[in-house]
């Protein structure tokens, strides 16, 4: 069931990302809660799970938002798999490093995009153009990483599920 409800919780974030978030925008820049998502459910899950979140949260964030289905796909199942086969060794009471870990996931994410685009032979030249909108994303998944994470597990408690237990 808890499955159920991480999968709810990732794609009524999507229908939000592509409608709603677009209009909340700070210096321009719209926060990758969706990649927020994938660190906190990774982190508080297992690999298997970790994998599943990516991928899913990838595929319809590629389908919703993309013009090249797999770019994100990729990434978020990379960023699920790693931090889920460490989520055991973590200690889950320390928030400050969900912060830093959501950090180091944003710079991964925009780093693995370009490069992927390289490889597939696509202007990449502008990400230079729009670096300070990259920074300014990174910062913002960061300080939102905390804000997400209570509000998922205040609706989660609602549904007597604990995001902090690992047995699926």
Do not use: W
């Amino acid at each position: 069931m808890k499955r159920l409800y991480l999968m709810l919780i990732v794609f009524i974030n999507l229908i939000l990302q592509v409608t709603i978030y677009n209009f909340v925008k700070i210096y321009d820049v719209v926060p990758n809660i969706a990649l927020i998502l994938v660190v906190l459910f990774s982190l508080t899950t297992n690999e298997y799970m970790g994998g599943i979140i990516g991928l899913f949260t990838g595929l319809l964030y590629d389908i919703l938002i993309m013009d090249i289905i797999g770019i994100n796909t990729l990434i978020y199942f990379i960023v699920g798999v790693s931090l889920g086969h460490f989520s055991e060794e973590i200690n889950k009471e320390n928030k400050l490093l969900f912060v830093f870990i959501t950090m180091i996931a944003s710079v991964f994410y925009h780093l693995a995009t370009a490069f992927i685009m390289f490889f597939l032979r696509m202007n990449i030249s502008n990400m230079i153009l729009i670096l300070d909108k990259i920074i300014v994303q990174i910062i913002l998944n960061s300080l939102l990483c905390i804000p997400v994470l209570i509000l998922v597990n205040y609706l989660l408690k609602l549904v007597n599920i604990k995001l902090f237990n690992n047995k699926l």
